[in-house]
């Protein structure tokens, strides 16, 4: 059965600092495309950043240079780094593994929040 567990959500003033992770269960961690999503009250969930298995990373463009998406394949874990943190920042972040290329199956956690707030 596989899961995603996030964790390292929380409150941060703007500015700042915090640190998603993501551990994956199921065997299929070396298998797939990693990804971090938010959503937003109001808004559609939105990619952030993802990494492919080759360690290729993409981010948006409201990110870059501010977050740093990594992963672990000996420990099955994939991380954000969000450092300069904006109040437009504050969402649910949900990890997110891809697998397949002509049919992808995706998986989901449960969200963490984070909400960056003076």
């Known amino acids: 059965q596989v899961q995603l567990v996030e964790s390292g959500g929380g409150l941060v003033q703007p500015g700042g600092s915090l640190r998603l992770s993501c551990v994956a269960s199921?065997?299929?961690?070396?298998?797939?495309?990693m990804a971090w999503y938010r959503q937003a009250p109001g808004k559609s969930r939105e990619l952030v950043a993802a990494?492919?298995?080759?360690?290729?990373?993409y981010y948006a463009d409201s990110v870059k240079g501010r977050f740093t998406i990594s992963r672990d394949n000996a420990l099955e874990t994939q991380y954000l780094q969000m450092n300069s943190l904006k109040f437009e920042d504050t969402a649910v972040y949900y990890c997110n593994a891809q697998i397949g290329s002509t049919t992808r199956v995706n998986y989901w956690g449960q969200g963490t929040q984070v909400t960056v707030s003076s």
């Open positions: 199921g065997s299929i961690f070396s298998l797939a495309r």
């Open positions: 990494i492919a298995r080759d360690g290729t990373a």
